[in-house]
């Protein structure tokens, strides 16, 4: 099985279905609006990152733990991606090709940089400076 072949996305149906049945076995159709589905998927991220919470650089968390926490998560952006009509793998091709196009691989080949900040160094090559104290909106939220 390759690992972007179709097949894949068989599984992802298959996986789909298998939720659509589960929350239909259940009658919780009524509880997943997408607000609820979105707290969820961001609440089971959580519980993915609380396996970290005080761990030493590189230690990484049992496996048995480490696969539930991404499988709550899986199943939460399935549940939310059902729900509002995305295909998940649609959206993320997109956002991969998107994704592309801020990080180009001259620019960010070995990087760890912000799009933005690899974005205003080719800007600052191609001679355009940044006003000082300009802010673009992202710093805050960094
Ligand atoms: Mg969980």
Do not use: Q
């Not at 049945?21 to 959580?46: K, Q, V, Y």
């Not at 960010?108 to 900040?117: L, Q, S």
């Not at 940044?130 to 939220?141: L, N, Q, S």
């Amino acid at each position: 099985m390759s690992d972007d072949g179709p097949e894949r996305g068989d599984r992802l149906e298959a996986l789909g279905r298998a939720i659509a049945r589960f929350n239909a076995d259940r009658a919780w159709g009524p509880f997943h609006t997408p607000r609820d589905l979105a707290m969820a998927l961001c609440i089971e991220s959580s519980e993915l990152l609380e396996l970290f919470l005080w761990k030493r650089e590189g230690e990484i968390p049992g496996r048995e733990r480490l696969e539930e926490e991404l499988g709550d998560v899986v199943i939460c952006m399935m549940n939310l991606a059902a729900k509002l009509g995305v295909d998940p793998i649609a959206a993320a091709t997109a956002k991969l090709v998107k994704n592309a196009a801020k990080y180009p691989v001259a620019a960010a080949h070995g990087r760890a940089t912000k799009w933005d900040e690899l974005a205003a160094e080719a800007g600052a090559d191609r001679g355009e400076a940044r006003p000082e104290g300009e802010d673009d909106g992202t710093a805050a939220a960094r």
